[in-house]
């Protein structure tokens, strides 16, 4: 299977909380990352956690990481009809020189 | 600011018509980065340059290759374009990722139509 899977879509109403899975195959994983990407423009990093933590919060922003089940999670607390994009979660390796591996990324859409 | 620029934001080429995409960055990185990106799909990573150091990918196609002429500069030369090859090519920077965080920061990317 792939190193890195999410699911595919997640639509939310307006004022809602977003919550995007991603789960990864490889414990080594140092860092582990949420990148945005608008439509027809380049990938802007959101977020990242170090792999020894468990927890993140930046703002509206939440990181959820579970080591054990390999599972990370992205939730937007009062998510905006400007949150609408498509999210992808990658990890990096230091063993790997610390290269980037995306998942297939999230597409959201936030309803009025 | 700060930042990734690429050129041209979109780009028309004839099948089998050599094309070249342009990225600089401000942000003097150690290392750039190419991605293709097909629809709907996650950036695959074509090759990476570690100040001169050129760095393939196993599968990327002889086709694709790059250049980094100095450290804000670096291009990425399709030499046959094929309509498989019809994509979103990123540019991206790091310092050096072996330090630990290995947070790349994205251009917005050439638009790649091949006819």
């Known amino acids: 299977g792939e190193d890195v899977e999410q699911s595919l879509f997640l639509s939310v109403r307006e004022g809602d909380s977003s919550v995007i899975n991603c789960t990864y195959t490889?414990?080594?994983?140092?860092?582990l990352y949420w990148y945005k990407q608008e439509p027809g423009a380049g990938l802007q990093l959101l977020t990242y956690?170090?792999?020894?933590?468990d927890m993140k919060q930046d703002q509206r922003l939440t990181v959820l990481l579970n080591k054990k089940d390999k599972h990370l999670s992205l939730r937007i607390a009062d998510t905006q009809t400007g949150d609408s994009a498509i999210y992808f979660c990658?990890?990096?390796?230091?063993?790997?020189?610390?290269?980037?591996?995306f998942g297939g990324g999230t597409r959201l859409m936030v309803k009025p | 600011d700060a930042m990734v620029i690429q050129n041209p934001r979109y780009q028309v080429t004839q099948f089998g018509k050599p094309v070249t995409l342009s990225c600089s960055q401000t942000?003097?990185?150690?290392?750039m980065y190419w991605y293709q990106q097909k629809s709907s799909q996650a950036p695959k990573l074509l090759f990476h340059?570690?100040?001169?150091?050129?760095?393939n990918e196993a599968d990327t196609p002889d086709n694709f290759q790059s250049r980094r002429p100095n450290t804000s500069f670096c291009f990425l030369d399709i030499r046959s374009p094929g309509l498989g090859d019809a994509a979103m090519y990123l540019c991206?920077?790091?310092?050096?990722?072996?330090?630990?965080?290995?947070?790349?920061?994205f251009g917005p990317g050439t638009r790649l139509t091949v006819l």
């Open positions: 991206a920077t790091s310092r050096d990722p072996a330090g630990g965080l290995g947070e790349q920061f």
């Open positions: 490889d414990s080594s994983s140092t860092y």
């Open positions: 956690i170090f792999s020894n933590m």
């Open positions: 990658a990890e990096s390796k230091r063993r790997a020189g610390n290269m980037l591996t």
């Open positions: 942000l003097n990185h150690n290392v």
């Open positions: 340059y570690y100040d001169k150091d050129f760095n």
